[in-house]
């Protein structure tokens, strides 16, 4: 019963060398949301998208990019990953119906930088 | 914007006992609370939420208080089962063309057996 997908749910890089993250959601949900979790902290936005609207937190790195192909796949780019840049990742999706909704998070890609 | 303040930190609970985990909010605005739960290494996942126009939402063990006036609202575990072990994140956020979630800090409930 899969409804936010995540890939690779592993993946280990070199200081510098770049990597992407995909997402993949079968909620149709207009929503998509890409969070950075460190450990023993709580989930940190980096950006979202409505439909294909970008939305940037004004404190994440320029080193984050996002691309959004479809309304199913929405993927994470770090240019040049830091040391600290490891952390659980994690994509979420959610249902605009003019209020707030429930935001249904996929299972995370836990990225070491070495 | 939002800021949401989560109490305690950590919380240790005979199993069969009850839980209280407390967040307070600032943004008047705010009318979503959503509870998440998550499991070492797991994604979080929603437990209960409840939205401004009730005060109490209950699902079996669980149940969710909302004071608008004093801007807090809390988790209740009741009947403690080892499975309850966890952290539990509160999280708040407006609609008012906002999407984003604002999280609390964070309670790790560990339930001694």
């Known amino acids: 019963d899969a409804m936010v997908i995540q890939n690779p749910r592993y993946q280990v890089t070199q200081f510098g060398k770049p990597v992407t993250l995909s997402c993949s959601q079968t909620?149709?949900?207009?929503?998509m949301y890409w969070y950075q979790q460190k450990s023993s902290q709580a989930p940190k936005l980096l950006f979202h998208?409505?439909?294909?609207?970008?939305?940037n937190e004004a404190d994440t790195p320029d080193n984050f990019q996002s691309r959004r192909p479809n309304t199913s796949f929405c993927f994470l780019d770090i240019r040049s990953p830091g040391l600290g840049d490891t952390a659980m990742y994690l994509c979420?999706?959610?249902?605009?119906?003019?209020?707030?909704?429930?935001?249904?998070f996929g299972p995370g890609t836990r990225l070491t930088v070495l | 914007g939002e800021n949401v303040e989560q109490h305690p930190s950590t919380l240790s609970v005979q199993e069969g006992d009850s839980a209280v985990i407390k967040c307070t909010y600032s943004?008047?605005?705010?009318?979503?609370f959503p509870w998440y739960k998550q499991e070492l290494g797991k994604r979080p996942q929603l437990i209960i939420d409840?939205?401004?126009?009730?005060g109490e939402k209950k699902d079996q063990r669980i149940a969710v208080t909302l004071n608008k006036t004093a801007k807090h609202f809390s988790l209740h575990i009741t009947e403690t089962q080892p499975e309850d072990s966890a952290v539990y994140f509160c999280?708040?956020?407006?609609?008012?063309?906002?999407?984003?979630?604002?999280f609390g800090t964070g309670t790790r409930l560990t339930i001694i057996p």
């Open positions: 979420a999706t959610s249902r605009r119906t003019g209020g707030p909704d429930t935001q249904y």
């Open positions: 909620l149709n949900h207009n929503v």
């Open positions: 998208y409505y439909d294909k609207d970008f939305n």
């Open positions: 943004d008047s605005a705010s009318n979503y």
């Open positions: 409840i939205r401004s126009n009730v």
């Open positions: 999280a708040a956020t407006s609609n008012f063309g906002n999407e984003k979630l604002t």
